[in-house]
C-alpha cells in the first residue's frame, strides 16, 4: 500500500508539471525544408535572340525565343545582361533559370502598350504544373506599375501580377530585387511543393502614400507544402507575405518588413494551414506585424502555428487575428475599436466545414512597440468557434491601447509584459478563460 501511495504521488507530481509544459510544445513543429530546383548547365544569352537593352525596343518575341530555345534543349539558363530591357507576358517552362545580371533590368511594358491592358490582367511571367523552376540575379524586374494602381477599385479592371505560378515543384526565387508591380508582386498559388523565397528585395510605396499609393500589391504570396521565406527585405502597399489555405510546413526567417499589411494567413484559409513558423524577423511601419483573417464563408483549421523571436517598431497592431474578415457592419470593421462590448454583440452561426478554426498558435520572444494610439492586439474568435490553445511566453508589447481576446480558450500568458493606458497585462476580455503566470 505505501508503494502504491508513493507511486501514485509521483505520477501525479509528474502529470503536474508534464502536462503543462508538454501543451506549451502543441505549435512547435519540426520543419522540413524544400528541396532545391535542379537546371540544366546551359545558357542561353537573350541578346543571341535579338533583345536589345536600350529602354526602348520591345523585347517580348526575343526573350520568349531564348526560352523556347532552352525548351528545346532540355532546359537551362536564360541570361538577362547588361541592359534595360522593355518586355510583354512571358511563358515559363520547367527545368529554367531566368537569371537577371546584377546590370540588368528586365521592364515591364508601360500600360498603355501591355497585351490586354486593363481588361484581361495578363500576368508578366507565368506557368502552370511546371517542375524546377528559378528566377535568380542580382538584377532587378520592374513593373512600372504606378499608372495601374488608381485602377484598384475599379470595377470591371484587371491588373498583371508579376510573378504568377500555379501548382509547381521545386521552385527557387532568389537575389532578383522585384519593384512596382502592377499588382501582385510574388504570387505562387494551387497546390504547390518544395517553394523557396531567399534574398529577395521587393519594394512598391505603400498604400497610404500621399504622392503615388499602390494598392494590392502584395509581396509574396505563397501557397502549397514545404515552403522557405529567407532574409527578405520587403515594404509594399499590401500584405508583406500571406498564403491561403492547403498550405502546410511553412518557415518565414530572417527578414525584415517595412510598409505592408504584415505576414498573413488568408483571407481564404478553407482546406487549413498548419505547421507554420515566423522567426527572427523585424517590422518597422508595417499595419500589422502578425496578421491572421479568414470568415465563415471561406475558413478551415488553422493550427501548430509558431512565432518566436521578433522585434516589432512602429506597428499599427501587432499581433492580429480574427475571423469576421468580411464583415460589413460599421461596428465590427474597425478592428483598432472593438470593445468587449462590441464583440459581444457579433452574432453566432452554425459550424460548417468552412467555419474559421483556429488552435494551436505560440507567441514567443516577441517585442514590439505599437504606433501613437493604437492597441497593443486583438485575438477575436466567433462565438461558435472560439479560439484555442493560444501561448504568450516572453512577449512585451507597449501600445496606447489595450489588447482585446473576445471568444477564445485556454490563453496562456507567461513572464509577459503588455503595457498599456490600462496598466500592465490589464487585457480587454469576453468570453475567454486564460492564466497569467499560472494565476485565472
Keep these: 500500500m505505501k508503494t502504491f501511495r508513493t507511486v501514485s504521488q509521483f505520477l501525479f507530481i509528474f502529470l503536474c508539471i508534464a502536462v503543462p509544459y508538454f501543451n506549451t510544445l502543441k505549435a512547435q513543429t519540426v520543419y522540413v525544408a524544400p528541396t532545391l530546383p535542379s537546371i540544366p548547365a546551359k545558357t542561353f544569352n537573350i541578346q543571341h535572340y535579338g533583345a536589345v537593352?536600350?529602354?526602348?525596343?520591345?523585347?517580348?518575341?526575343?526573350?520568349?525565343?531564348?526560352?523556347?530555345?532552352?525548351?528545346?534543349?532540355?532546359?537551362?539558363?536564360?541570361?538577362v545582361p547588361v541592359g534595360v530591357y522593355l518586355c510583354g507576358p512571358l511563358r515559363f517552362a520547367s527545368n529554367l533559370n531566368l537569371h537577371i545580371d546584377s546590370a540588368a533590368i528586365l521592364k515591364m511594358l508601360p500600360m498603355d502598350k501591355y497585351p490586354g491592358g486593363t481588361k484581361e490582367g495578363i500576368a508578366f511571367i507565368s506557368g502552370s504544373k511546371l517542375h524546377d523552376v528559378v528566377i535568380s540575379g542580382k538584377g532587378t524586374i520592374d513593373g512600372q506599375g504606378s499608372p495601374w494602381w488608381p485602377y484598384a477599385k475599379t470595377q470591371g479592371v484587371r491588373r498583371p501580377r508579376m510573378i504568377a505560378l500555379n501548382t509547381c515543384e521545386r521552385v527557387l526565387i532568389e537575389q532578383v530585387r522585384l519593384m512596382n508591380s502592377p499588382m501582385f508582386h510574388i504570387a505562387i498559388g494551387g497546390k504547390n511543393v518544395d517553394v523557396t523565397v531567399r534574398d529577395v528585395i521587393i519594394r512598391a510605396p505603400a498604400s497610404t502614400d500621399p504622392v503615388n499609393p499602390s494598392h494590392n500589391t502584395d509581396a509574396c504570396d505563397v501557397s502549397g507544402t514545404n515552403i522557405l521565406i529567407q532574409h527578405c527585405d520587403v515594404s509594399v502597399g499590401d500584405d508583406n507575405f500571406t498564403c491561403a489555405g492547403g498550405t502546410s510546413n511553412v518557415l518565414i526567417t530572417g527578414c525584415t518588413y517595412g510598409n505592408g499589411h504584415g505576414v498573413s494567413i488568408g483571407s481564404p484559409t478553407r482546406g487549413g494551414?498548419?505547421?507554420?513558423?515566423?522567426?527572427?524577423?523585424?517590422?518597422?511601419?508595417?499595419?500589422?506585424?502578425?496578421?491572421?483573417?479568414?470568415?465563415?464563408?471561406?475558413g478551415g483549421i488553422l493550427q501548430n502555428i509558431t512565432y518566436r523571436n521578433l522585434r516589432m517598431t512602429n506597428v499599427g497592431i501587432p499581433i492580429l487575428i480574427y475571423a469576421t474578415y468580411m464583415a460589413k457592419e460599421r461596428q465590427y470593421r474597425d478592428l483598432q475599436k472593438i470593445t468587449p462590448e462590441i464583440a459581444e454583440t457579433y452574432p453566432s452561426a452554425p459550424v460548417t466545414e468552412l467555419t474559421p478554426t483556429y488552435r494551436n498558435i505560440t507567441f514567443e520572444n516577441i517585442t514590439a512597440t505599437a504606433a501613437k494610439g493604437k492597441r497593443a492586439g486583438l485575438i477575436w474568435g466567433l462565438p461558435e468557434a472560439p479560439i484555442s490553445n493560444v501561448l504568450f511566453q516572453n512577449v512585451n508589447i507597449i501600445a496606447d491601447n489595450p489588447f482585446g481576446i473576445f471568444f477564445a480558450n485556454d490563453v496562456k500568458l507567461l513572464n509577459c509584459k503588455i503595457m498599456t493606458n490600462w496598466g500592465k497585462n490589464r487585457l480587454a476580455l469576453t468570453h475567454t478563460t486564460m492564466t497569467i503566470d499560472g494565476k485565472k
Design 273 to 298: 494551414v498548419s505547421n507554420f513558423t515566423v522567426e527572427n524577423c523585424t517590422f518597422t511601419n508595417t499595419d500589422c506585424g502578425i496578421r491572421i483573417k479568414s470568415d465563415r464563408d471561406r
Design 53 to 79: 537593352g536600350d529602354n526602348a525596343t520591345d523585347n517580348t518575341k526575343a526573350i520568349q525565343g531564348a526560352i523556347d530555345a532552352a525548351v528545346n534543349a532540355g532546359g537551362g539558363e536564360v541570361v
